[in-house]
Every structure is written in C-alpha cells, then in structure tokens.
Nanobody
Framework: QLQASGGGLVQAGGSLRLSCAAS????????MGWFRQAPGKERECVAA????????YYGDSVKGRFTISRDNAKNTVYLQMNSLKPEDTAVYYC?????????????????WGQGTLVTVSS
C-alpha cells in the first residue's frame, strides 16, 4: 500500500515536497517512481529511483528542478519540487515496481498510491 501526501496550492517559483509512505511488501526491494497526470494528458513519469538508489531518472521537463530520494529505513520516497511552474499542475502518483530491471514504463509498476494534487498558480 502506498500513501502519497504533500500536494497543495503553490505560486509559480515556489516549492513543495511530496512524500509517499509504503507498507506491506519490502520497500527496499522496490524501484520507486513518481508519475503525474494533468487534465486531458497521459500519465507520465517525472522521476524514478532504483531500489538501491544507485540510479535515478528525471523527465526532461523537470530536470534540474525536481529531486527524488528515498529512505528505506522509513519506507518512504520523496519528491522535492523547486521552481514550480503552472505546467507542473497535475495529480502526482507514487508507484512501486518489484521487477528486476529499473524502468520508467507505467505498465511495469505493480502498486500505485492514490495521488496527490499539485496546483501551481501563475
């Protein structure tokens, strides 16, 4: 089970930190990803981190502004979002992939959180 939190309303240029707390399966065995879906758009991966934190991925639109991290002792993955833009407005979902390979393909992710809404005003 994944529980995302930390969304809200922020002005452009501001920051938010999303958290996703995991329970159930062994968190440290999962690759973790943050995805987002804006109205009328497909869900996309914005950031992902491998199970041992050795590898990370960032979407082109968030590189240099977002940082993904995880704390396996707390079973939590984070997404620090800085310099937010109105186009970052979306529902953000965390997801867990217990497969062997690190991937950002949506269909490979086994478990999904409920989503948290981020709204960036101009």
């Amino acid at each position: 089970q994944l529980q995302a939190s930390g969304g809200g309303l922020v002005q452009a240029g501001g920051s938010l930190r999303l958290s996703c707390a995991a329970s159930g399966r062994t968190f440290s065995s999962a690759h973790m990803g943050w995805f987002r879906q804006a109205p009328g758009k497909e869900r996309e991966c914005v950031a992902a981190i491998s199970r041992g934190s050795a590898a990370t991925y960032y979407g082109d639109s968030v590189k240099g502004r977002f940082t993904i991290s995880r704390d396996n002792a707390k079973n939590t993955v984070y997404l620090q979002m800085n310099s937010l833009k109105p186009e970052d407005t979306a529902v953000y979902y965390c997801a867990a992939d217990y497969g062997f390979s690190f991937t950002v393909r949506l269909k490979e992710y086994d478990y999904w959180g409920q989503g948290t809404l981020v709204t960036v005003s101009s």
